[in-house]
């Protein structure tokens, strides 16, 4: 049985706010975008240019991304590995990035590559496509919001671990606890109106690019110039060291690339429905974030390694070779006085991740793809933003974290699925863009932002397509051998079986209430296969069920 409609819109007539829209608002062109796509204007728009791009970059994390993930390219492929599989990354990625942009430019919505997804195949794979495709997207944004906010709760208590001289013991109580709530807190910073949320981003990049490039000069200026490493340490064979127990000397190289595979490029796409000149300046702070975290990020990696001192010493005791190495060379307390600019921004990430998720939870209700009823694509009339989507993001991401209670392998496996769900959500899109590109079902309109129809776009779209699925092999590769119950990669299979079970689950009852991304525009008379519209119309049922949810 098909599920009721969801309350989609507040306005009891959405022809009525067509005709208000174009004609009162400076946010016409957006809304009317949006308007063609299909979806009635829900949000306020607030976010400025420049706290879109701040938005954009503190998704990307910058500094703490490179804080949270040091560890890995350092103790398995060595410095060298640091160094160059960082701007290798950086270079893919940016081809990754730009591919994106070029999507969201074409589909502005809160829905992002999902509800794109399902507008660049065929009329008959629509409803499989957007369904897996949103599934893969709403996982493993709420997995990567909860692994990154499990990571600050673990840099905070490095801290305190070098605070205390490394005399004292972090459990898995304190932890988990830091972790749910600072993740509560994060649900309650969401809940303030698109207003303050963008005047709260808006200072998120100064932050950001700030503390970074502050850490990169002092440590310059505190390290004498006889303990710095020497090129070939940073950039050569020296650096080269292999410590992962039984890898040959190439796949050690390439474990580098987990520091470096930035996730939820998307997400200024899931606020785009809040942002002003959506079609442009979405993918421009997508282009520009990507362009900006891979330079002045490989800048920091290469300071890190030159001034890191003896290998054989890190991480430390705090187990963060990125704080230890501030330590030795800034002493204590401006290493922990910097680091808190560190965990500033991982706190940032954290903020505008569960923003993004909401906004995608919100968007995959709307379409009738959850099993609520349309509970969660609700837009509070209070302070004009999903309320209930945010509070389940919130309260569904502290679940993986309980699991460390009973076992770390447990939840660093759940943890492990982020970044495969989210690439793989990414190129889906853009192939079935480029596989469907004549057929006749298949109209994209490309946005303000667009690489063109030759060989640049599409030797980007290819690139980023061919290089996503060899880190998918990277990222389910076990880094340690002899593989164990402790060093195996579930990665691979975790990501396999969510996709095996949303397809059963699709087939088994989700296909009865979902249809693809459907327009909840009530002045659509026309019936869904003559409407000119990307989204399917609602039948006139539906549009009573609308009527019946108006406050």
């Not at 030159?306 to 330590?327: Q, R, Y």
Request: hydrophobic share 50%; net charge neutral.
């Amino acid at each position: 049985m098909s599920a009721p409609a969801p309350p989609l819109a507040e306005k009891k007539d959405a022809q009525a706010d067509t005709r208000s829209i174009g004609s009162n608002s400076d946010d016409s062109g957006d809304d009317n975008k949006l308007l063609e796509i299909g979806y009635v204007p829900s949000f306020k728009r607030e976010f400025s240019n420049i706290a879109t791009i701040s938005f954009a970059f503190s998704i990307m994390g910058l500094c703490s991304s490179v804080a949270t993930t040091f560890n890995s390219p350092l103790l398995l492929g060595g410095p060298a590995s640091v160094t160059w599989c960082w701007i290798l990354g950086a270079t893919m990625c940016f081809t990754l990035g730009a591919s994106i942009a070029e999507i969201v430019s074409a589909f502005p919505t809160c829905g992002g590559l999902y509800t794109a997804s399902a507008q660049l195949v065929p009329k008959r794979h629509r409803p499989i496509v957007g369904w897996v495709v949103g599934w893969l997207n709403i996982l493993g944004q709420i997995l990567g919001l909860s692994s990154t906010e499990f990571g600050l709760a673990n840099m905070i208590w490095a801290a305190v671990v070098v605070g205390k001289d490394g005399n004292y013991t972090v459990t898995s109580g304190h932890t988990v606890g830091l972790f749910a709530g600072l993740l509560v807190l994060h649900g309650i910073l969401n809940c303030l109106a698109t207003r303050q949320l963008a005047r709260l981003t808006t200072g998120f990049v100064f932050v950001n690019i700030g503390a970074t490039l502050i850490i990169i000069i002092v440590l310059l200026a505190t390290t004498p110039r006889n303990e710095m490493h020497s090129a070939a340490y940073v950039f050569g064979s020296e650096g080269f060291v292999n410590q992962t127990g039984g890898w040959n000397n190439g796949i050690a190289f390439l474990f580098g690339l987990l520091s470096v595979q930035w996730t939820d490029y998307d997400a200024t796409a899931h606020i785009s429905e809040e942002v002003k000149r959506a079609a442009v300046a979405a993918p421009s702070a997508i282009f520009i974030a990507v362009i900006g975290t891979g330079l002045i990020g490989w800048l920091l990696n290469i300071v890190l390694v030159l001034c890191s001192g003896p290998l054989e010493n890190l991480p430390g005791a705090s187990g963060s070779a990125f704080l230890d190495i501030m330590t030795l060379r800034m002493g204590k307390p401006g290493a922990l006085f910097l680091w808190a600019f560190v965990c500033m921004t991982a706190f940032f990430v954290c903020q505008t991740a569960l923003q993004a998720a909401s906004r995608t939870v919100y968007a995959f209700s709307r379409d009738k793809g959850l099993p609520d009823r349309g509970f969660f694509g609700h837009v509070s009339s209070w302070t004009q933003t999903p309320l209930r989507a945010i509070w389940f993001v919130t309260l569904i991401g502290i679940l993986p974290g309980l699991l460390d209670l009973a076992s770390t392998i447990a939840v660093n496996a759940i943890f492990a699925m982020t970044a495969m769900a989210l690439d793989l959500s990414y190129i889906i899109p853009i192939f079935c863009r480029r596989w469907y590109r004549n057929h006749p079902e298949v109209q994209f309109v490309p946005g303000p932002f667009y690489m063109g129809d030759g060989w640049l776009g599409w030797a980007a779209n290819v690139n980023c397509i061919l290089w996503t699925l060899f880190v998918c092999v990277i990222f389910a590769l076990p880094t340690y051998l002899p593989v164990t119950g402790e060093t195996m990669n579930y990665a691979a299979p975790i990501t396999g079986g969510v996709i095996l079970l949303s397809l059963v689950w699709y087939v088994v009852g989700g296909h009865r209430h979902y249809k693809g991304p459907q327009s909840n525009r009530t002045d659509l008379d026309k019936p869904a296969a003559a409407v000119d519209d990307a989204l399917v119309a609602p039948t006139d049922g539906e549009k009573a069920q609308v009527q019946a949810h108006v406050v």
